[in-house]
């Protein structure tokens, strides 16, 4: 059987079919007009940070509200990829009041983040 009856036959049966919609749903992500001018707007430092922290679930990063990199994780957080975090658990109940006095926000990469979120990333910075 040739590779492309191969894929067929698989397509067919269901066994490719979870492959094929997460690499078109990545693809998806990374031609979005909305990540791409978030993304567009982070210093190198703040592409770092992101991507670095993408690459481990739960991975906690803080921010401040309405920065760049504020705006680019809500939109993150909106679809799945990060969560918000608690300021308390990662900084302790005495520093929880001054830090969102000053705006600080922080947030975790979720599982599907992790999976998902270092390809689409890369794929945006391509762009």
Same mark, same amino acid.
């Given at each position: 059987?040739? $590779?492309?009856?191969?894929?067929?036959?698989?397509? %067919?049966?269901?066994?490719?079919?979870? =492959?094929? =919609? =997460?690499? #078109?749903?990545?693809? @998806? *992500?990374?031609?979005?007009?909305?990540?791409?001018?978030? $993304?567009?707007?982070?210093?190198?430092?703040?592409?770092?940070?992101?991507?670095?922290?993408?690459? %481990?679930?739960?991975?906690?990063?803080?921010?401040?509200?309405?920065?760049?990199?504020?705006?680019? *994780?809500?939109? !993150? @957080? %909106?679809?799945? #990829?990060?969560?918000?975090?608690?300021?308390?658990?990662?900084?302790?109940?005495? @520093?929880?009041?001054?830090?969102?006095? @000053?705006? #600080?926000?922080?947030?975790?990469?979720? *599982?599907?983040?992790? %999976?998902?979120?270092?390809?689409? !990333?890369?794929?945006?910075?391509?762009?």
């Amino acid at each position: 059987m040739s $590779w492309n009856a191969s894929i067929r036959q698989r397509v %067919k049966t269901g066994l490719v079919s979870v =492959c094929l =919609c =997460c690499l #078109f749903g990545v693809t @998806a *992500w990374a031609s979005d007009d909305v990540l791409g001018k978030l $993304w567009s707007e982070l210093s190198s430092g703040d592409r770092t940070v992101i991507s670095t922290a993408a690459k %481990k679930a739960h991975a906690v990063i803080t921010t401040v509200k309405g920065s760049a990199n504020d705006k680019l *994780w809500s939109e !993150l @957080a %909106k679809r799945g #990829f990060l969560e918000p975090a608690s300021l308390a658990e990662q900084y302790g109940e005495n @520093a929880v009041a001054a830090m969102e006095a @000053a705006g #600080f926000k922080a947030y975790s990469v979720t *599982w599907k983040g992790a %999976k998902e979120l270092p390809n689409i !990333l890369e794929g945006i910075d391509k762009k």
